[in-house]
Nanobody, 121 residues
Framework: QVQLVESGGGLVQPGGSLRLSCAASGSIFRINAMGWYRQAPGKQRDLVAT???????NYSDSVKGRFTITRDNAKKTVYLQMNSLLPEDTAVYYC???????????????WGRGTQVTVSP
């Protein structure tokens, strides 16, 4: 079994910064892409940013230039540095990973439980 555990959410004022972390653990042979998604109340879950195992990144237009995704393959951890936060960034942020579990010939997609980010004066 594979687990993803997020941390680092909280309450921050507009213009502030937060850093999210997501650590993967369990029976993992290889982690392919990792990413962050977010879901605001009453809205669908949307892509924030992804990063491949080789470090290639992709961002949604709404966060380009403000958020940075990185990963530490040795620690099986992905990070999201969020700067210049706006009230519209308020959402539950979910970690996602595409994983080859140990003993499996197929990749599987996993989600964390989410961490709340609230941007408010």
């Amino acid at each position: 079994q594979v687990q993803l555990v997020e941390s680092g959410g909280g309450l921050v004022q507009p213009g502030g910064s937060l850093r999210l972390s997501c650590a993967a653990s369990g029976s993992i042979f290889r982690i392919n892409a990792m990413g962050w998604y977010r879901q605001a109340p009453g809205k669908q879950r949307d892509l924030v940013a992804t990063v491949t195992s080789g470090g290639v990144t992709n961002y949604s237009d709404s966060v380009k230039g403000r958020f940075t995704i990185t990963r530490d393959n040795a620690k099986k951890t992905v990070y999201l540095q969020m700067n210049s936060l706006l009230p519209e960034d308020t959402a539950v942020y979910y970690c996602n990973a595409d994983v080859r579990p140990l003993g499996s010939f197929n990749n599987a997609n996993y989600w964390g439980r989410g961490t709340q980010v609230t941007v408010s004066p």
